[in-house]
């Protein structure tokens, strides 16, 4: 057992017993569409033991684990062996699917297959908004001193919308982290309310430091300056350099968007700072979830760098198919980006290694439609596409999902 579990359970909901968004017009709905294409087990015990929650999809939580310990435990081609695992085993294919509380011993016999510096035992990220949503006429690009182009995007303050931000930061309502996530901080990912307390000037001297930069405005050096890194290759995401945070997600919103530029951001990912076993996805893993340097080897759910219940059964989908096709003799499967479950597989083996960090599903990661539909048009017409696309992807291997 790990220390946030409590029954003997498959797939207990250590959380929220929610699995979000149903509706197409959130990528996460739509990711829930195409796991049931493919047969999910996951989604099939959700929607079966599923609560009223409105828009959303909440199961009994002690209803779903249930049912998904039974159709595994009375499966005739499933074997359970309930027992501690401290080493790699030698089968092949193999899935590894230990999830974000991997235990110290199999985190060390994972380190000795992904290397010490590419296994992280904690999430230091940053919030990531939709370009989209950001005020272009209050932000403007340009890397300090000019150097790199337009490589940032520079949300500028002065002193006045320093002081209410810096004074809304202080005071804004942070996540207590559980007995098991002890508060265990870094200097180069200090979350960003940790440094504010240190002094009205830290943020200034520190990531939000104004220094090569030049307003163009106002033709002078901001009083401060929060930037903004291009996350994706289409630029539809931009991550706030510098801003992990502890901040409730409610608190997130409120605090950030008093920043100049990200009045109306829309976030697709929050910053957190918390315990989190993961691996340096674009380094060791293939787009088909195998391990690069170890063939037959597959990783699954949260512990590949994705973020969330759906998400993580998505992965352990495509794992399962994957080691399938090793099994008997052919290629794994390259999902398409235009899929929800492709653009995830795809950031997490593309993604810059040197700033990767666990990523919801989102319809920023999928490539872009032609400019003309409106963005409530858009997302409609990206489910439609990427359930069109994976319908005729599937017959590739319909026979696998039996």
């Known amino acids: 057992m790990t220390p946030a579990h409590h029954s003997g359970f498959f797939a207990e909901l250590v959380c929220s017993n929610s699995l979000r968004a149903v509706s197409l017009q959130n990528a996460v709905g739509l990711l829930k569409e195409e796991m049931c294409l493919l047969s999910s087990l996951v989604m099939a015990c959700a929607f079966k033991t599923r609560l009223p929650a409105g828009g959303a999809l909440a199961v009994d939580r002690e209803e779903f684990a249930a049912l998904v310990t039974e159709k595994l435990e009375s499966h005739p081609l499933v074997e359970v062996v309930r027992s501690e695992v401290t080493e790699i085993p030698a089968a092949r294919p193999l899935v590894i699917a230990t999830g974000p509380l991997t235990s110290p011993a199999f985190s060390r016999a994972l380190a000795a297959i992904t290397g010490a510096d590419s296994l992280y035992f904690y999430d230091a990220a940053s919030p990531i908004v939709i370009f989209d949503s950001i005020n272009l006429e209050r932000a403007f690009y340009a890397s300090r001193y000019e150097k790199g182009g337009q490589d940032y995007l520079n949300c500028p303050l002065n002193k006045e919308e320093y002081t209410k931000f810096y004074h809304e930061l202080c005071h804004a309502a942070v996540y207590r982290g559980k007995d098991f996530e002890k508060e265990i901080f870094f200097e180069g990912c200090m979350p960003v309310e940790v440094l504010a307390a240190r002094g009205f000037d830290t943020l200034r001297y520190g990531p939000l430091k104004p220094v090569g930069l030049v307003d163009p405005a106002t033709g002078e050096k901001p009083y401060a300056v929060v930037q903004l890194r291009r996350d994706n290759r289409e630029g539809t995401l931009y991550n706030m350099v510098g801003f992990q945070t502890r901040l409730l997600r409610g608190e997130q919103q409120r605090v950030f968007r ?57 992965m352990g989908l495509v794992a399962g198919i994957n080691a399938y096709c090793r099994a008997v003799g052919d290629e794994p499967l390259i999902f398409p980006r235009e899929t929800a479950i492709g653009s995830l597989l795809d950031y997490i083996s593309t993604a810059d290694p040197k700033h990767f960090q666990p990523m919801n599903v989102n319809f920023g990661l999928m490539p872009p439609l032609p400019e003309g539909p409106k963005k409530r048009e858009r997302k409609e017409l990206m489910a439609r596409r990427g359930l069109e696309t994976l319908s005729i992807f599937r017959n590739k291997f319909q026979h696998y999902l039996h």
Not at 285 to 297: F, Q, R, S, V
């Open 258 to 314: 008093l920043i100049p530029g990200l009045e109306k951001a829309v976030f697709v990912r929050y910053g957190a700072v918390h315990r989190n076993t993961f691996i340096n996805s674009p380094l060791i893993l293939k787009a088909t979830l195998e391990a690069k340097a170890y063939p037959g080897i597959f990783f699954a759910g949260q512990i590949t760098g994705v973020e969330g219940y759906v998400e993580s059964a998505a």
